[in-house]
């Protein structure tokens, strides 16, 4: 699926464009259509934690996102070996809609109960 970046990716404010893949039920792949060396691997983060936050009413209007929107949320994840030192960033979340193909990170206030480099073996049942 390719989706047009509504708000720039933090760091990466040249990439407009990006294909989101599978990689499995828990991974995806966001590829930046400009530039084949950049790209990231995305979390689902409902599978680490309960996790909310609100979207802000100027990027719900750029996403074009009303109450019956299908959007998809997912966090960049730094991958390490082994998996278990991995980090995510649930400060920063994509937004996907994909209604429309749009997307946009979240940068999330500084008072955030988040991290922006939380390990995943915090997470997982010991």
């Not at 193909?101 to 008072?111: V, Y």
Request: glycine share 2%; net charge negative.
């Amino acid at each position: 699926m390719k989706f047009d970046i509504c708000v720039p990716i933090l760091g990466f404010e040249n990439v407009k464009e990006v294909t989101l893949e599978k990689i499995d039920d828990i991974f995806m792949r966001m590829q930046s259509a400009e530039d084949k060396y950049i790209s990231f691997t995305l979390i689902n983060p409902f599978v680490l934690r309960e996790y909310d936050f609100e979207i802000p009413d100027n990027t719900q209007q750029l996403l074009g996102i009303d109450k019956n929107s299908n959007l998809i949320i997912l966090n960049i994840v730094l991958i390490q070996s082994p998996i278990e030192n991995s980090v995510v960033n649930f400060v920063g979340p994509m937004v996907f809609n994909t209604d429309n193909n749009k997307a946009a990170q979240i940068i999330l206030s500084e008072s955030t109960k988040y991290s922006v480099a939380e390990k995943i073996s915090t997470f997982l049942k010991k």
